[in-house]
């Protein structure tokens, strides 16, 4: 991650950087995107990364393209990463997304993973305040939604609320099987091992539906999390009807494991030769064929920006922004159901 953060301070400068939370909404439509910037520590290969690109599975959609090179190494920071010009904090995070798959390809075994997620580590930032939480290690403010695609029927959420190569991290962490409802972990770790159990509040729900047929590589789906200062939801839009969504964790516990900073929305696709999904044992093989992701647009809503409770559509209409409050319990007061734009 020190490397990470070295590279993106570099390709984009950090003074471009706007330490307040805005609203904003990224469609990627034209070839560079309004709201974030590209950066990498491999090959920076322009196939790798195109905004702007005619999806080949959705008519008239365009979307950031990220593609791996089979000459990048290792490591987050090899592969593609765009991340946005302003620092976000608490609010609503949305994105429409495809992931790759190595599921039935010619490389079954390819390690790599896709990711949405916030991120910022006080490490190499001499602008603020060191340590807010003083507990000796640096901040990492992170906040997760992960696919390897060896298996993307599976998904990882993670919140990092400290992390350095000294102390490692300190973070929660939920691993789930959507296609079948399976909860395969939910634990709180201080170092890279497995951790140890959740339970009570920290550990709901406690059963989740299965989502039939469930592959993030084979459609579209809407993903999003809600960051607040005592809880993280983390939720899916119901692909069954496109409106209701799909509680996948509802983390509510000590506030010292809820990362209070700020820190940048980040996507990235990456090669790893470490990290092995669950299901599919050795799955960290080099990328030797093309594996493509897409992001169709991407959304952030401020928990205290008025947008949460409204918002206008490219047609000029008001309609309810958010049918679901950030605890995820519906809101009052209106009772027609929203079409899947409300999440846009």
């Known amino acids: 991650m020190k490397l990470l953060w070295k590279i993106l301070a570099t390709s984009v400068s950090l003074a471009a950087f706007t330490f307040a939370s805005q609203a904003f909404f990224e469609n990627f439509d034209g070839t560079q995107p309004v709201y974030f910037s590209y950066g990498s520590g491999g090959n920076q290969k322009d196939f790798t990364h195109v905004s702007g690109f005619e999806s080949p599975d959705e008519i008239g959609?365009?979307?950031?393209?990220?593609?791996?090179?089979?000459?990048?190494?290792?490591?987050?920071?090899?592969?593609?990463?765009?991340?946005?010009?302003?620092?976000?904090?608490?609010?609503?995070?949305?994105?429409?997304?495809?992931?790759a798959s190595a599921r039935g390809s010619e490389q079954p075994l390819a390690g790599a993973v896709v990711g949405f997620y916030t991120?910022?580590?006080?490490?190499?930032?001499?602008?603020?305040?060191?340590?807010?939480n003083q507990n000796?290690?640096?901040?990492?403010?992170?906040?997760?939604?992960?696919?390897?695609?060896?298996?993307?029927?599976?998904?990882?959420?993670?919140?990092?609320?400290?992390?350095?190569?000294?102390n490692g991290p300190r973070k929660v962490n939920r691993i789930v099987n959507l296609a079948t409802g399976e909860i395969?972990?939910?634990?709180?770790?201080t170092s890279w091992d497995d951790g140890v159990a959740l339970t009570g509040e920290e550990n709901m729900p406690e059963t989740i539906p299965a989502?039939?047929?469930?592959?993030?590589?084979?459609?579209?789906?809407?993903?999003?999390f809600d960051w607040a200062s005592d809880h993280i939801r983390w939720w899916i839009v119901n692909p069954e009807n496109e409106q209701d969504t799909v509680t996948l964790w509802n983390y509510r516990g000590p506030k010292e494991r809820i990362t209070q900073r700020p820190a940048s929305l980040m996507l990235n696709f990456w090669h790893t030769n470490d990290w092995p999904v669950e299901t599919v044992p050795g799955s960290v093989e080099s990328p030797r064929i093309?594996?493509?992701?897409?992001?169709?647009?991407?959304?952030?809503?401020?928990?205290?920006?008025?947008?949460?409770?409204?918002?206008?559509?490219p047609n000029g209409k008001q309609e309810a922004s958010r049918f679901f409050d950030l605890q995820g319990r519906r809101v009052t007061g209106r009772q027609d159901r929203p079409s899947s734009a409300f999440y846009r």
Request: proline share 3%; net charge negative.
């Open 61 to 99: 959609t365009s979307v950031l393209k990220l593609e791996l090179d089979p000459d990048d190494g290792a490591g987050a920071w090899t592969g593609p990463n765009y991340t946005s010009h302003q620092t976000c904090h608490f609010g609503r995070y949305v994105a429409r997304i495809k992931t």
């Open 119 to 132: 991120y910022y580590n006080d490490q190499y930032d001499d602008s603020g305040e060191k340590d807010l």
């Open 136 to 166: 000796g290690i640096a901040d990492n403010s992170e906040i997760d939604f992960e696919w390897l695609i060896a298996d993307p029927r599976l998904i990882y959420m993670t919140a990092y609320t400290d992390y350095d190569d000294e």
């Open 184 to 189: 395969l972990s939910t634990t709180y770790a």
């Open 211 to 224: 989502l039939t047929g469930y592959d993030a590589s084979s459609r579209f789906y809407t993903y999003g």
């Open 290 to 313: 093309s594996f493509q992701t897409q992001f169709d647009w991407v959304r952030f809503i401020p928990e205290s920006s008025e947008a949460i409770r409204k918002r206008k559509i």
